[in-house]
């Protein structure tokens, strides 16, 4: 439906480099300073998006709608974090003056086409709203008014609104919010063979007179505060509240739940400890004979696993994004992503990803060579590409959805170019350094007991203790610790909400990779006990299933607790969707396997055994 509009991030290749290492270094420390103005200052007014309601990542760029649009179209420099939030900000025709009020001044007069009319009515039957920026402040309203009433007979008015009020609240020099208005304004109908009312028809077309009111308001908050203003005004719905019962009751279940795993546990390995170690001490291979349980497999239980390379990028993978999590939401306490820095998170995400690559080097390599693998350079290759070749994949196909509407989310080739250098140049390099840095620093892998040449035959395994199984409680658990939270953060995400229970947030994922842990040590100790020994992949995949859970309530939310509907936002939902839930079962893979992997060492450990 949409017009094309020229694109303003055209970039020269060595402009995008500079871009991109100022980006990757300086965006999160980047303050935003008070803009001052003295009385009668112009006051620039940006035109940014328009886009249905009930779609948020559906937008398109303003003049694309046949609207009042100077000549020629300057756009604002974005940042990085701007851009990939589909903002394309241009300056418009609103002359507005600091501290200076304007009664219904004439923006411009347009005589639109029945084409255009058509375009226009589609929009406003779409709920289409538009998004303006005055000073970093966002300000949305709706492009025209509908009313469906009626049944027998069926009422349909479309109408569009041409004069808009602002009012914009000051306090001393600075501005501090902005909001538009169309109470004391009427629509101009747009229905069929909607010249001649209240327009002017001129041979098939409609003549309209778009117009403007400015009203500026003294405000007692500082500038320092004004993002408190912003989250109190309601434009889109309040839907978030803060159920602190709801959040409480799950915290407290979930403590009870660790601290009942914890206790049995440590009540049924005092139990086998004490049998066990009733034997004479003796070497680790006469401690079989006449034994069952998982003490009978400590010759095997050190085996290493097949798939070594993928085991280990998996494990460095999610140390990776466990890093880089923890990063962003230290950052969100500490104040940087406020509602004013449009796309700040996106950025620091990006940078953080590049900068922690590092991380899934080293932890890959560094386990790979402890556990005698040979092709660590693959094992890099491997590592570097486990998260962002389907991240690639699924944003080639997202982005083809969004270009081919003629979104504001398709990524312009520069911004392309820049996040393809941030890999090559950052990314990449920081893993084969942690690669190599992890490869020369390993050490030995620490088995406590040797392991046979030969592997013991491991028994008829119950229903119960078959993967299916311990994969859907290993991740239903998790889930249901985050259940309460995972819908503010889809709200946020997926809505128009400002998130802002970031010390909620750190307590629920402290809470979530502890029962990760509590709950995949328990199902280790349950598949020992059965004399199964192939515990390495089953601890990654029993929590690490957790992502399913989420994907799975990520439709339900689709479904049931959203607006959500077309092919754009349906691919870009359930694409990074997708994502997400690969990303959850990475880390809560890795936490996993750890702790599984030191439960194991503690046990054998604490055998007599020479």
């Known amino acids: 439906m949409m017009a094309e509009i020229e694109h303003p991030n055209q970039q020269g290749v060595c402009r995008m480099i500079g871009y991109c290492i100022l980006v990757l270094c300086l965006v999160p420390q980047i303050t935003w300073a008070t803009v001052s103005y003295k009385q009668g200052d112009p006051v620039t007014l940006y035109v940014n998006k328009v886009g249905p309601y009930h779609n948020p990542q559906e937008t398109y760029h303003y003049y694309t709608l046949p609207v009042c649009r100077p000549k020629e179209v300057h756009h604002k420099s974005l940042s990085l974090g701007e851009v990939l939030d589909g903002d394309r900000m241009a300056e418009s025709l609103y002359e507005i003056k600091f501290r200076e009020n304007t009664e219904k001044k004439l923006l411009c007069q347009l005589t639109l086409t029945e084409k255009e009319v058509d375009q226009l009515r589609e929009a406003i039957e779409e709920l289409y709203y538009f998004e303006f920026v005055l000073d970093d402040i966002p300000i949305w309203g709706f492009v025209g008014y509908m009313e469906e009433s009626g049944f027998l007979p069926h009422s349909h008015k479309v109408g569009l609104w041409t004069h808009l009020d602002f009012n914009i609240e000051y306090n001393g020099n600075s501005v501090i919010f902005a909001n538009v208005s169309v109470k004391d304004s009427k629509p101009v109908p747009l229905e069929d063979g909607g010249a001649g009312h209240g327009a002017v028809g001129t041979g098939g077309g409609l003549a309209l007179s778009f117009s403007y009111s400015v009203h500026w308001f003294e405000s007692p908050l500082n500038h320092a505060r004004r993002a408190e203003r912003l989250r109190d005004y309601s434009f889109f719905p309040k839907t978030l509240e803060i159920h602190w019962l709801s959040i409480i009751n799950s915290l407290v279940l979930v403590v009870l739940l660790l601290g009942f795993v914890i206790i049995i546990l440590m009540r049924v390995l005092k139990n086998d400890f004490a049998r066990y170690n009733v034997e004479e001490e003796g070497g680790c291979d006469d401690l079989d004979q006449g034994d069952n349980g998982w003490k009978i497999i400590h010759t095997d239980v050190f085996r290493f696993p097949p798939y070594k390379s993928l085991l280990c990028a998996v494990l460095g993978v999610g140390a990776q994004f466990l890093t880089l999590a923890t990063g962003i939401i230290v950052m969100a306490l500490l104040g940087m992503f406020n509602v004013h820095r449009h796309g700040a998170i996106n950025s620091a995400a990006i940078m953080l990803y590049a900068l922690t690559s590092c991380v899934s080097g080293y932890c890959s390599c560094s386990f790979y060579t402890q556990i005698h693998g040979q092709r660590w350079v693959w094992n890099i290759i491997l590592t570097s590409s486990l998260f962002s070749a389907p991240l690639f994949l699924t944003w080639s196909v997202v982005n083809s959805v969004h270009w081919w509407s003629g979104s504001t ?73 985050i259940s309460v939270e995972l819908y503010y953060i889809f709200a946020t995400v997926w809505g128009r909400e400002h998130y802002t229970l970031y010390g909620i947030l750190l307590c629920v994922f402290a809470i979530l990779l502890s029962v990760g842990a509590c ?87 604490s055998l007599k055994m020479d």
Not at 418 to 429: I, Q, S, Y
Not at 445 to 473: D, E, G, L, S
Not at 527 to 536: F, I, K
Not at 557 to 563: A, E, V
Request: glycine share 8%.
């Open 409 to 481: 989310q398709a990524l312009p080739a520069s911004t392309v170019l820049l996040l393809l250098g941030a890999w090559v140049l950052v990314g990449f390099p920081l893993t084969v350094i942690g690669g190599i840095v992890g490869k020369n620093r390993a050490g030995n892998f620490q088995a406590p007991c040797r392991t046979r040449n030969i592997a013991r035959q491991i028994p008829t395994q119950p229903w119960y203790k078959h993967t299916a199984v311990h994969m859907a409680i290993g991740g239903f658990l998790p889930f249901s610790a």
């Open 519 to 605: 709950i995949s040590v328990a199902l280790t100790y349950f598949l020992l006990s059965g004399e199964d020994y192939r515990w390495w992949w089953r601890s990654v995949l029993s929590t690490g299933s957790t992502g399913l859970f989420i994907f799975v309530y990520s439709v339900f939310y689709y479904r049931n607790r959203s607006s959500m509907s077309g092919l754009v936002q349906s691919a870009e939902f359930f694409g990074y969707s997708l994502l997400t839930a690969l990303v959850f079962s990475l880390m809560l893979g890795t936490v996993s396997f750890w702790a599984s992997l030191v439960f194991i060492r503690y046990i054998y450990r």
